[in-house]
T-cell receptor
């Protein structure tokens, strides 16, 4: 059973396009996250979201927007893609923010986005 | 603000060598500390964690001790194997967010 899944695994697209990456977790967690990992493996949080609160990293351009149709899904929509958006994007989930002291994050396998 | 600093890689070791990857942190309050591992082509997965000072996390032969006095959480393993080749991330949380270090790439050669 896959705990956190993402689709697609690979995404190649032209500059200026709009694309979405989907994420689903079957762990019953309340909190989900999106991370961007650049070519040097640096991992940067973009958003954390539960059913009550969206926390946005202020350095994330507003071309990026998370969309959550329900607690088990947090999709990432990107408008007007730029070359610098090329990276691996990871979705993750954790039980909830209240149990942060012991919480473990469970990561999806990643989506490699290439913008041409 | 809260942050994690870990030693830069890449690190290359021979099989059965001793491994240390340094990690220090800055945090307000009392964070929980984690080590995550990323194998090639995969997402991150939790390796071990410690939630309070002097706690020792351990898993798969890896250990790390939460040292409040030195604000450190160094990862160690007595004898590495080729299968340990991966990128290792130190991380902390104090509440709303997780903070990850920049990752240390480890390659173990036979």
């Amino acid at each position: 059973d896959t705990a956190v899944s993402q689709t697609p695994k690979y995404l190649v697209t032209q500059m200026g396009n709009d694309k979405s990456i989907k994420c689903e977790q079957n762990l019953g967690h309340d909190t989900m996250y999106w991370y961007k990992q650049d070519s040097k493996k640096f991992l940067k949080i973009m958003f954390s979201y539960n059913n009550k609160e969206l926390i946005i990293n202020e350095t994330v351009p507003n071309r990026f927007s998370p969309k959550s149709p329900d607690k088990a899904h947090l999709n990432l929509h990107i408008n007007s893609l730029e070359l610098g958006d090329s990276a691996v994007y990871f979705c993750a989930s954790s039980q909830d923010l209240a149990s942060w002291r012991t919480d473990t994050q469970y990561f999806g396998p990643g989506t490699r986005l290439t913008v041409l | 603000g809260d942050s994690v600093t870990q030693m830069e890689g890449p690190v290359t070791l021979s099989e059965e060598a001793f491994l240390t990857i340094n990690c220090t942190y800055t945090a307000t309050g009392y964070p929980s500390l984690f080590w995550y591992v990323q194998y090639p082509g995969e997402g991150l997965q939790l390796l071990l964690k410690a939630t309070k000072a002097d706690d020792k996390g351990s898993n798969k032969g890896f250990e790390a001790t939460y040292r409040k006095e030195t604000t450190s959480f160094h990862l160690e393993k007595g004898s590495v194997q080729v299968s340990d080749s991966a990128v290792y991330f130190c991380a902390l949380t104090t509440g709303n967010q997780f903070y990850f270090g920049t990752g240390t790439s480890l390659t173990v050669i036979p």
